[in-house]
């Protein structure tokens, strides 16, 4: 297990959350399990009430929990969204914010538990068989919005410039191939 802090990007307000880690479990057959906690003033902040689990684009636009996974052999990379709704998305990269599709996957178990300052997202993804005995390179991150329309963009590491998850500088936590490990 890897835990992470996120760091709020510098052109984000933090819109009341004091912090943001996910913890991050490579299983035995390849799996992949998230637990990402945020702290702080929950009650400003749009977190969408549970609903039937449902693939559902454009989750980004308010809050939601991220993983990019991919590697530096080539350009290909997969994203997942996981909403405190238990909605969930996965998609399939052929390079930098090109080629996209929706990936063939298994709809991932979501928990959420929340109290008065603090949410925690479980999520367990099964990677595609290809990627499942590779060392891998983890993007996490999370958009976060308030009531009042503010989004702030938290990552383990942030490119120069304006947010951006896809960019590779993002993709900062290693994972070893569970065989390696």
């Known amino acids: ?51 039937t689990a449902d693939r559902i684009d454009g989750l980004w636009k308010s809050t939601c929990f991220e993983l990019f996974i991919g590697d530096f052999e080539d350009a290909h990379y997969l994203e997942y969204n996981f909403s405190p709704s238990g909605q969930w998305a996965a998609y399939r990269f052929s390079g930098y914010r090109a080629g996209m599709s929706e990936l063939e996957t298994h709809v991932p178990p979501i928990s959420v538990e929340q109290f008065a300052e603090e949410l925690t997202l479980i999520a367990t ?13 983890a993007g996490l991150s999370a958009v976060i919005a ?36």
């Not at 510098?10 to 057959?29: E, F, L, M, P, Y």
């Not at 992949?32 to 969408?48: N, S």
């Not at 499942?132 to 390179?137: A, I, S, T």
């Not at 896809?166 to 070893?176: G, I, N, R, S």
Request: charged share 20%.
């Open 1 to 51: 297990m890897t835990e992470v802090p996120l760091i709020c990007h510098a052109q984000s307000d933090s819109g009341g959350v004091d912090a943001i880690k996910v913890s991050i479990t490579r299983g035995q057959s390849g799996e992949i399990t998230l637990r990402y906690c945020m702290v702080g003033a929950l009650d400003a902040l749009e977190i969408a009430s549970p609903v």
């Open 146 to 181: 308030t009531k009042s329309g503010n989004i702030s963009y938290w990552a383990a590491a942030h490119p120069v410039g304006k947010p951006d998850f896809h960019h590779k500088d993002c993709f900062a936590v290693q994972l070893e191939a569970r065989s390696a490990a």
């Open 125 to 137: 993804i099964a990677l595609p068989d290809a990627w499942r005995e590779r060392d891998l390179r």
